[in-house]
């Protein structure tokens, strides 16, 4: 493969992964709403005046977060196309997929309550 195409495809590939962000942001509620939390922290890390090492961990918190969640959007999505019928191998696997998302947000909730508690108390 030649440097230009290599070039080429980091492109494509960069590409593509925007083209699921929106995706995921314009059909996915779950997605939403955590954007629109996003905002909010987001909104609150000004307003608070929050340090350098809080903005940084407020936003692999958030990033995390979403992250995971497109991740158990995509698993949800590929269960259903495989196995449209009720299964509970299927009820399993979207079940711990789920429960990931939910480790992601008990660690955010834990640093967002880490940071702003002390602000508002
Ligand atoms: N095909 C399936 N077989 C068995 N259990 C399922 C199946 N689909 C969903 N479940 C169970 O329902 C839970 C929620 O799944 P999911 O978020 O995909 O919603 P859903 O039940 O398919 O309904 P909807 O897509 O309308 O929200 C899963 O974690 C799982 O426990």
């Known amino acids: 493969m030649t440097e230009e195409s290599l070039i080429k495809n980091r492109f494509k590939g ?27 922290v987001t909104g609150a890390g000004f307003y608070f005046d929050i340090s350098p090492v809080e903005w940084i961990l407020q936003t692999l918190a958030i990033g995390l977060v979403m ?9 949800e999505k590929l269960s259903d196309y495989i196995q449209p019928e009720r299964d509970p191998k299927i009820g399993f696997i979207k079940d711990i997929s789920a429960g990931a998302v939910m480790f992601a947000a008990i660690a955010a909730t834990v640093v ?10």
């Open 112 to 121: 967002g309550l880490i940071i702003y508690l002390p602000r508002i108390f």
């Open 67 to 75: 992250g995971v969640e497109g991740v158990n959007t995509a698993v």
């Open 14 to 40: 960069f590409y593509f992964a925007f083209k699921g962000a929106l995706l995921l942001l314009r059909t996915e509620r779950s997605i939403q709403v955590q954007f629109f939390i996003a905002l909010l």
